[in-house]
Every structure is written in structure tokens, then in C-alpha cells.
């Protein structure tokens, strides 16, 4: 029986994974799809880091406008798991739709020399569990970074 592994790379499960595609280890959706797996994060025990658009070629090559992210705000040291991840996920949803309405992607695959049509625009979303959001040591970011101030 394989053991379950808290590496952010294993498979999600199929409750968010729909709309989705799985890229060298990574998972972007449909932006029409992106949403329901947002809504449903929570219920199944995940938060939303956030995540960045991709242009994605029929090749399966990869453009990634870094610039185009939508991402949560940290976690508090006393800000329960559930109210987190429900948080993280209500804030990556407002900042994508914000993108989607106001981003001419077209406009945007111009900084790209290179791009050229046809493409699949998509969004890599990063998903959590609280024991991989702590195994991966998200947790001390935020106090570190209190500290140096």
C-alpha cells in the first residue's frame, strides 16, 4: 500500500483536478474552470498559495508571464487551518477574476517575441494541505520576515 506523501507535487484529488491538466508536476486549469476548484479547496482541506498564467503552445511548450499572478496573503501564526484556507482561496479568486477582466492576454503574449498563435491560456495554481503548507516551512516565512524588520 503506497504511504501518502506530503510532497506538493503528488496528485490532487480528482475533486480539483477537473478542468485541469498536469505539467511536469505542476497543475493549471481552464481559466472557465479555475473557480470550482478554488470553491472547492476548502471543504477537501486545501488553501491556494496562488498561481500565475501560462501560455501553453500545442507542442506543450510553455510561455509564463510571471507578471500575471494572483496570489493570498500570508498565514497567521494563530489564523485556524479551515479559516486560512477558505481565506486564501476567497483571495486568489477576487485577484484572477480581477485578471481575467482586466488583461488583454493577447496584448500580453506580444512581450513574448517568440509567441505566436495558437495558444491555451491557462492558470498553475498551487493547492496545499496544512501538513505540506508545514512541511515545506511556509509557516516560518512570515515570523522571518517580521524579524528583519
Sequence with gaps: MREKSDRIEDILPTELTSGAILRSGEYAWE???FPTAL???PNLGYACLGGQFWFLLPDNSLYE???LEANSTDKSEEEAWLVFAR???DEVLVAFKA???KTDFDEEMCKFKTLEKPFRLMFNAYFVTERQFYSLGLHTIKSINEEIK
Excluded: D, M, N
Design 31 to 33: 481559466p472557465s474552470t
Design 99 to 101: 485578471l481575467v477582466e
Design 65 to 67: 508571464p510571471f507578471w
Design 87 to 89: 481565506r486564501s482561496c
Design 39 to 41: 470553491q472547492q479547496a
